[in-house]
């Protein structure tokens, strides 16, 4: 026993360096604000510059920075823009969810069918376009989707070839132009694009372990294809559902760049905002406790979904990050 | 068997996609309330008659039919065939009530007759109040219950069982070869059991039938398969025995092992090649002292112990046989052995003698 403590301590230390300490960071930044006290300069009976202070004391050094532990970012985040911009991003990752299960749970079953051939000729094809850089895909969406983009060519150009559709397209009220691109549904695009495989895989694993024989016993016993895959396929394949949920979910609350590119700043997410006290603003702190609030909401949601894995079958935990 | 058949192949079929016949023209007739067992090795085919019957496995050609009606084109689900699964099969997801209760409730029947239906089926079983545990606390045996009482449940006409005591212990198959043996018994309902262990298809059967390279040697009552095995490959597989090379001179006079033998067979022809069975309790051992002449001699090369018998090896010039026998005789010692006429097995040599068997088990 002793031996194999000392096997996990590389682990230890790795966790205490890169989970525990930047959480105890964040949560730090997150309680704490900075603050220079107010006041004014004055010279005083030498001629020398000295700072007078609200309540009326006099100090010849300039008041620094402080850090003081405060709850003012707290109020602060629950101010209705920041509210409104968590709402936003859980609204567009829960589509992104459902599209994303609502597409790849077929995929993964015609994948995993016995009959099919080939399987992982199909899932390499679909992992494939993951291995490119994922600025580099979010970006030739924009190229396809963008107004002098290939999409809007097409149709041009369709249009022009068939009279009978531009009419009808203009019937519809669709302009020159179709814009495609910076409003909500490029977002969900984008992610839906990016996070499709991580609800692709783990269905896929899972069914595709499923005892075949136990698909036998349904159809022995009288199940109809359509019952088989409602009493066994899919009570089987939960927890690859509710863990490919998580995969998609939980980056989609958090991401920032898909909608900076996709939605063109028009549909800041709550990352974005993150993302900003980072950069642009600087304000750690506030950043901090914005980070804190999805954090909470992340975990009220896996635990959530870890509570309908339990019912199903106590089995493994379901995984954070 | 003046029962009346329910289940009737006709010369099936079945080439797999790479070219191997499974199953080169089967055809046997099943009664009702019958007890069937397909007996062979691995690789014989047997499973895959049983899954062509339940509807697993599409044969290429030949028919089944069932109460008169082909089901060859039916689906699994829409056949009143149950089968219980070599692994059982259950379902980890729900517990024992509601593996017993799959087919009924798929059915839509009244829950509360089912669960009352559920507790009998369970009971019949021998697990009576076992509803509520999970699949995974049950034992090997436990589980092999539920899978019985999962498939008895829909009252199906006919019972298919492949290999269900395959993964129990030697003292669990024996109890459960009874118990299955009671529930055909008190169910009524046709069982075609498979397996490759021949003990439990000469325990448990109405009927054999012996298997190999797809095709079935022979059909009949375990004596039957036993003392009237009619290939070299059936007496080789049912029970112990020494199968040799031998003529038949004319009827009635057999010559192996460089004797001749006086024997009940006739019909070979003169100077036939055959092979030769003699089940190893049926050689007796005499020693050099008994005056009887014209009989091989031999040496005895092994002695085992076995509990009612001593299993010995006994060397005849080229050949070895087994010989059973209560009354032990040291290793080394000279003997004389007999064989009374009407067990010595003549059969003709056929294609499916044991080296060409062997040949085709490898390649399965």
Redesign the interface.
Known sequence: MKKNKALVAPFVLWAVLFIVVPLVMVVWYGVTVEQTPAYTEIADDNGQIVFRLEDGTVTPERPQKTTVVSLENFKRMLEPTYLKLLLRSLKIALITTVICLLLGYPVALILSGRDFKRPGLWLMLIILPMWMNFLLRTYSWMSILENTGILNSWIASLREAIPAFDSWLTSMGVGKKIIFLYNENAVILGMVYNYLSFMIMPIYTVIEKTDHSLLDAAADLGASPVQSFLRVTLPYSLPGVLEGITMVFVPAVTTFVISQLMGGGKVPLIGDIIQNQFGKSSDWHFGSTLSLLVMVVVLAFMGGLQRIDKEEEPRKEVRIL | MDNRTILSIRDLRVVFEDGFTALGGVSIDIGENEFVTLLGPSGCGKTTLLRCI???EKPTSGEILYKGQNIISL???KRA???V???Y???P?LNVAQNVA??PD??KEDKKKTAEEVSRMLALVGLAGFEKRRISSLSGGQQQRVAIA??LI?KPDVLLLDEPLGALDLKLRREMQLELKRIQRESGITFIFVTHDQEEALTMSDRVAVMSAGHILQLGTPEDIYNEPQSAFVADFIGDSDIMAGTMVRDKLVRFLGCDFPCVDTGFGENAEVDIVLRPEDVKLKPMTDPISGVPQGVVESLLFKGVHYEMKVRVGESVLLVHSTHARPVGTQVKLTVAPEDIQVMHKSDFSPDVLKRHAARA
């Open positions: 339940g509807g697993f689906p699994p689900y065939i149950n089968t699964f070599q692994r099969a259950l379902f997801h799959f087919g798929l059915r999962r498939a829909n």
